[in-house]
């Protein structure tokens, strides 16, 4: 799955920054169920059934509809530029089914290393 571009992006009124992506694919169940690697997924069913919230604290997260091909980016704008093409690698590498995540786990904790010391100068 590959994001095509950003149709719309704002800055939020509690600091984040977001970007709708247009993907070349509509997002799936499974696509969800991949990104609990990396971070925290839950099902939305009041918002809307099939609506899923993935967050990764101090980095981003995404909101999106099964079977859409648009998906809501908010990303903690102190850190974005550290992890926006930690976004683009995740669509980019997804695929259904099995997958070896261990070079998208390694990118991760190199990341996670530079946000937290920006963020918390640890």
């Known amino acids: 799955m590959r994001i095509l571009r950003s149709v719309r992006h704002k800055s939020c009124a509690d600091g984040s920054f977001m970007k709708e992506f247009l993907l070349d694919a509509p997002v799936t169940e499974d696509f969800f169920s ?4 990396f971070g925290t997924v839950e099902s939305l069913p009041n918002v809307g059934e099939g609506f899923y919230k993935f967050e990764k604290t101090d980095w981003f997260s995404i909101k999106g509809m099964n079977g859409d091909t648009t998906v809501e980016v908010r990303f903690k704008k102190e850190a974005m530029d550290l992890t926006v ?9 997804y695929r259904e089914g099995a997958a070896d995540l261990s070079l998208l786990k390694q990118r991760e904790q190199a990341i ?3 946000v937290k010391e920006r963020l918390y100068g640890l």
Do not use: I
């Not at 991949?34 to 690697?37: A, H, P, T, V």
């Not at 093409?85 to 590498?93: G, I």
């Open 112 to 114: 996670e290393r530079r």
């Open 85 to 93: 093409d930690f976004v683009y690698l995740l669509f980019s590498s």
């Open 34 to 37: 991949y990104l609990k690697n």
